[in-house]
């Protein structure tokens, strides 16, 4: 699965810490889903979804 | 050695805990040769002992840097404290069977309970683990503590499954049984690198 986190977080000029507290979970958690190396549980998703204030589907796309 | 180097040493969790299976490897491995006495190895276990808290102490700086106010670190802080009192009781136990078993010949129930001592201490730790599985509110290190369980799990049931074939040969000498405890243990160290490999980190055991 392919994400926006990294720009989204850009975007609003977060640190992967300051992204991962208000997500509270660990900086090494927002790091693997950046990277693509973790793809998280739908309640995660809903709550990334609901920091950046967008639909899920405009974060997380499904590989071409 | 710059400071900021020297501090990433002071708290590099693999590099403590590397020295420290491999010290109580060390004394093991000097006490099965009989190459020192019983006493002695009590006494050296103090190393390893001292190491153990280094590492934890290295893991607790770590978890405190990753997230100082989320639940996980709560999580993982509990964890530690848990390792530390069954590992501290793990030491006293040993050294009561040494020092009990040296002086001439206890009866049955009193060998029965020094044998089950130290065997409760490490099976606190495996409850230790199991405990921070169910507290560990952040999915991503719970999934990592999970793979890393269950690498150690395979790694020790194939290393128990080879020797014990390979006794029944006579190739190899006998083994106690609560070894593969031991390998299990070194098991978790396989199952960290494995994490690192896969996931970029060493996870939170």
């Not at chain 2, 893991?59 to 639940?71: G, I, T």
Request: proline share 3%; glycine share 6%; net charge neutral.
């Amino acid at each position: 699965m392919k994400n926006r986190l990294r720009v989204l977080r850009a975007e609003r000029d977060w640190s992967q810490q300051q992204l991962a507290d208000r997500l509270e979970v660990s900086r090494q958690s927002v790091n693997a889903i950046e990277t693509g190396r973790y793809d998280p549980s739908l309640p995660l998703a809903f709550r990334i979804a609901e920091v950046f204030e967008l639909a899920i589907e405009d974060i997380f796309q499904r590989e071409a | 050695m710059t400071a900021s180097s020297e501090n990433a040493l002071r708290s590099s969790v693999p590099l403590w805990a590397g020295l420290t299976f491999a010290s109580f490897g060390a004394v093991m491995g000097l006490a099965l040769s009989d190459a020192i006495d019983s006493t002695t190895a009590m006494i050296l276990l103090i190393v390893p002992a001292a190491l153990f808290f280094q590492t934890m102490r290295a893991a607790n700086r770590a978890a405190n840097n990753r997230a100082p106010c989320s639940a996980k670190g709560e999580a993982q802080q509990r964890y530690i404290k848990r390792v530390v009192v069954f590992s501290s009781a793990y030491l006293v136990a040993i050294a009561l069977q040494v020092s009990l078993l040296s002086d001439g010949d206890p009866s049955t129930a009193a060998r029965v309970a020094l044998a089950l001592l130290p065997a409760f201490a490490i099976i606190g730790v495996f409850w230790a683990i199991g405990r921070l599985i169910v507290e560990e509110q952040d999915e991503f290190l719970r999934m990592l503590i999970v793979r890393q369980a269950l690498i150690a799990t395979g790694f020790a049931l194939a290393a128990a499954t080879l020797w014990g074939f390979l006794e029944s040969t006579g190739v190899v000498i006998h083994l106690d049984a609560y070894w593969w405890a031991v390998a299990w243990f070194f098991g978790q160290f396989v199952g960290a690198i494995a994490n690192r490999i896969g996931y970029g980190t060493w996870g939170a055991l």
